[in-house]
């Protein structure tokens, strides 16, 4: 008797909670098969074949030290609940509260413990020990199922609106497929056309590389959208040919005047002249920003905060940008493609290091300018770089732009005036 209990013990301990409703019928197979009478087998007797044995499940014994109780009457399973020979009864719980006890993974078990009178104290005490930790198991398990099932409820609701996602992904797809003469590839191509590249690893949209390259040739980009658009504009478009060029007119503004606010905030040194300029810039960028688009904070930055550093901090912004660091990335990339092929680590430190030691010498520096400037071809007529000419024009565009919409500016509020003055004549006559 207490070697089988010995051994339900050491199963509980192994096993934990997980599949205790097994382990409890483990132990009352153990407590019944154990008799009080010991018989001397012996080899003779090994070979004989085993005498039948009742199920002690339907016998239903009690469970004694010393003798062995008469065996009582065959009982069915709602008996089994009510009477006092079964020591433990599992009960399964209704935990979803839907009326059924279908025993998955949201329905669980109590235990039932009623201990026969004639039982020993070490027996009785093992059996309620067991249920006491059944019950702190349990108790301890509660959160984990509550969490479970959360997570469960809210990986459901992830797959379900991933499926959704997937089903829209394909319907568009088959709405718009790649087409090399759709509206959208011959957007693509001019923005190619100046370099600019759609970065897939972006989400589709430009870096800051890209943006810049945009706001340098806002001019030629935005004029050719607006053919391209009027071109290909699709059946039921109720835009016409003046309000689709009207709105990207309206970018290729907003655009511009960013280009002259931000070539302003980044000159060193800046005049009060400067100061002014950005100032009439940012005030009409702001502006035509916020008719498509939110007012961010480094939006509001420019707008409150960049005059006043541009006066007060010495030197102003333009020599405390980051550029220095984008430039210092291109360079490493261009020594690690040079060095690629050593393969030791600190040879290749090494020669880096010198390579770039050398190129940045003053001396050298010096040198290879003075051989520039010896070997450069004479003009009769000198000649004006492309860098300078494209410079001289985007300036030439920014302030016109600026002066277009501050005249336009000027005339709706005066038109706003004449209004009101036109309401309040009426109101006194």
């Known amino acids: 008797f207490f070697d089988a209990e ?22 009352l197979t153990g407590l019944s098969q154990t008799t009080t009478t010991t018989t001397t087998t012996t080899t003779e007797a090994r070979k004989q074949p085993p005498e039948k044995v009742d199920d002690p499940m339907e016998t239903d014994e009690l469970f004694e030290d010393t003798e062995s109780q008469p065996k009582r009457p065959r009982l069915d399973n709602q008996q089994r609940g009510t009477q006092l020979g079964v020591p ?8 979803e509260l839907d009326g059924n006890v279908d025993d998955d993974v949201n329905d669980t078990y109590n235990l039932e413990v009623m201990i026969p009178e004639g039982l020993s104290e070490s027996a009785r005490a093992k059996i309620l020990k067991a249920k006491e930790d059944y019950d702190v198991a349990k108790q301890a398990l509660e959160p984990l199922v509550l969490e479970r099932q959360t997570i469960t409820g809210r990986l459901q609701k992830t797959r379900d609106a991933l499926r959704e996602l997937k089903k829209k992904m394909k319907e568009f797809r088959k709405v718009h497929k790649t087409d090399t003469e759709g509206l ?14 759609i970065q897939r690893y972006h989400g589709g ?3 800051g590389k890209d943006i810049k390259k945009v706001m340098d040739n806002a001019l030629f980009i935005f004029e050719e959208f607006a ?10 478009c109720t835009l016409s040919k003046a309000e689709i060029e009207a709105k990207c007119g309206e970018y290729k503004t907003a655009f511009l005047l960013w280009d002259g606010a931000f070539s302003y905030a980044r000159k060193i040194n800046p005049t009060p002249e400067d100061i002014a300029m950005y100032e009439r810039f940012v005030k009409a960028a702001v502006k035509q920003h916020s008719k498509f688009c939110s007012i961010t904070h480094k939006v509001h930055l420019m707008f409150k905060h960049v005059a006043w550093q541009m006066k007060n901090i010495p030197g102003g912004l333009g020599d ?14 261009r020594m690690r493609t040079r060095f690629r092929s050593v393969k030791d680590p600190l040879t290749r430190a090494i020669a880096r290091e010198r390579a770039r ?10 040198y290879i300018d003075g051989l520039d400037e010896r070997t450069r071809r004479e003009f009769k007529v000198e000649r004006v770089s492309k860098a300078k000419v494209d410079k001289d024009t985007r300036e030439r565009r920014r302030k016109e732009e600026l002066d277009k919409f501050e005249a336009a500016e000027a005339a709706a509020s005066e038109a706003c005036i004449v209004c009101l003055d036109n309401n309040n004549s009426v109101e006194r006559s």
Request: charged content about 35%; overall charge negative.
């Open 6 to 27: 010995d051994d339900v013990q050491a199963l509980l301990k192994s096993k934990g909670v997980k599949g205790l409703e097994a382990q409890v019928d483990t132990v």
């Open 88 to 95: 433990i009864t599992p009960v399964a719980v209704d935990d």
């Open 184 to 197: 959208e590839k011959k957007l693509t191509e001019v923005l190619k056309e100046v370099n600019v590249e």
């Open 205 to 207: 949209s430009l870096n």
């Open 227 to 236: 053919k391209i658009l009027v071109v290909g504009k699709r059946p039921g």
């Open 320 to 333: 405390k940008m980051e550029d220095w660091v984008e430039l210092a990335h291109q360079l490493g990339a």
């Open 357 to 366: 030691q050398r190129d940045t010498d003053p001396e050298v520096v010096a």
